[in-house]
């Protein structure tokens, strides 16, 4: 099955600088790659998501980019702010159109300081 | 408004003792997801179904059950608690189609086994 590594565990960054987290995948067939924020206490929501024909996506601070030849994927964010802290998880799946589950990385607390 | 409710939010029980978490969504997914979530292991998936009567597992099914009778719930099943199946539960269901196939998740249960 699918195997999905994150890294860092813990990141902290300074207010306004970026922040980088990087996941890794077993299965050459994954073809969806979303990421997933979760504020503490509340359940995990979509951010930001990419396909395997696509090598970059962006939305307004966020961006992701995909290396289908290396089987990684990178969540990045822009003039980081407060409301940014919280845990990021990266994703995978075969989804074909449809979708059997997402694999999970193990989260990456992001910690924005003042 | 569309949403995933997940019953009960909140549960204490003893190990043994028969119980089940509801999950109902009323956007007409036909695919629908359990995980749980537990600290430095991130969200692992527990089953999947991708229609109605079709259910799979996801990859740690052991202990649990689901069933899926109607496109609109996807009940867990735990036939005999132990306390390692405490933790955070969250039921998902996933829109698929065009670019993206978003994964609504409900707001989650905390189970504690004792």
């Known amino acids: 099955g699918e195997n999905v590594e994150q890294h860092p565990s813990t990141l902290s960054v300074q207010e306004g600088d970026s922040a980088v987290i990087k996941c890794t995948y077993s299965?050459?067939?994954?073809?969806?790659f979303p990421w997933y924020k979760q504020e503490l206490g509340k359940r995990p929501q979509l951010i930001i998501d990419?396909?395997?024909?696509?090598g970059e996506k962006k939305d307004q601070r966020i961006a992701v980019t995909l290396n289908k030849t290396a089987k990684h994927f990178s969540l990045h964010i822009t003039e980081t702010q407060p409301e940014d802290s919280a845990v990021y998880f990266c994703?995978?799946?075969?989804?074909?159109?449809?979708?059997?589950?997402?694999?999970f990385g193990k989260g990456t607390h992001l910690i924005i300081q003042p | 408004e569309a949403q995933v409710t997940q019953n009960p939010r909140y549960l204490i029980t003893v190990t043994g003792k028969k119980l089940t978490v509801t999950c109902s969504q009323n956007?007409?997914?036909?695919?629908m997801s359990w995980y749980r979530q537990d600290p430095g292991l991130g969200l692992r998936q527990i089953y999947y179904?991708?229609?109605?009567?079709?259910?799979d597992k996801g990859d740690v099914p052991e202990g649990y059950k689901v069933s899926r009778k109607e496109k609109r719930n996807f009940p867990l099943i735990l036939e005999s608690p132990s306390p390692n199946q405490t933790s955070l539960y969250f039921c998902?269901?996933?829109?698929?189609?065009?670019?993206?196939?978003?994964?609504?998740f409900g707001p989650g249960t905390r189970l504690t086994v004792l």
């Open positions: 179904s991708m229609n109605v009567e079709v259910t």
């Open positions: 998902a269901s996933t829109r698929t189609g065009g670019d993206t196939d978003t994964q609504y």
């Open positions: 956007m007409n997914h036909e695919y």
């Open positions: 299965d050459s067939a994954s073809n969806y």
């Open positions: 990419i396909r395997s024909n696509v």
């Open positions: 994703a995978a799946s075969y989804s074909g159109g449809g979708a059997d589950g997402l694999t």
